[in-house]
């Protein structure tokens, strides 16, 4: 990822940061982990997995929304980045459920402060969103 940018405000020059840089693929860490856990399904099982492990059905019933077969899927991606571990319980029918590992509960940090900004300027996107649309519809 290459962005060459200059910063307003006392925000970090996101381009300058190690996570941006590339390494010798061309792939840079953020573009790596933003693969893994960018999508909003990712993200919505991390986070409703960070109270506790859960059998598949309650999680699939928390996340409003998602397929079985999304949830799935997301949580097998999930469960390959070692961020998800995933029990079965040989009773019939088999108990599976899905827990955070260590390094999956380590992500509550930076997607709690993505939420907090979230809060700060979901009003702000809100009347940005309205004016653009008014404007295009002019």
């Not at 996570?19 to 409703?48: F, Q």
């Not at 960070?50 to 999930?78: C, D, H, K, Y």
Request: hydrophobic share 40%; with cysteine; glycine share 8%.
């Amino acid at each position: 990822m290459s962005i060459h940018a200059k910063t307003e405000s006392n925000a970090p020059l996101l381009a300058s940061m190690p996570a941006m840089e590339a390494d010798g693929g061309g792939s840079c860490p953020m573009r790596e982990v933003l693969d893994i856990i960018g999508d909003s399904w990712s993200l919505l099982a991390v986070i409703n997995l960070q109270a506790g492990p859960r059998r598949f059905n309650v999680l699939r019933r928390m996340i409003e929304g998602i397929s079985q077969r999304m949830l799935t899927v997301t949580l097998r991606s999930l469960e390959r980045e070692g961020l998800v571990t995933r029990t079965v319980k040989p009773t019939s029918p088999p108990e599976v459920t899905y827990a955070l590992t260590q390094m999956g509960h380590s992500i509550a940090v930076p997607i709690g402060a993505l939420g907090e900004w979230a809060v700060k300027n979901r009003g702000n996107l809100r009347d940005a969103r309205k004016a653009f649309d008014e404007t295009v519809r002019a």
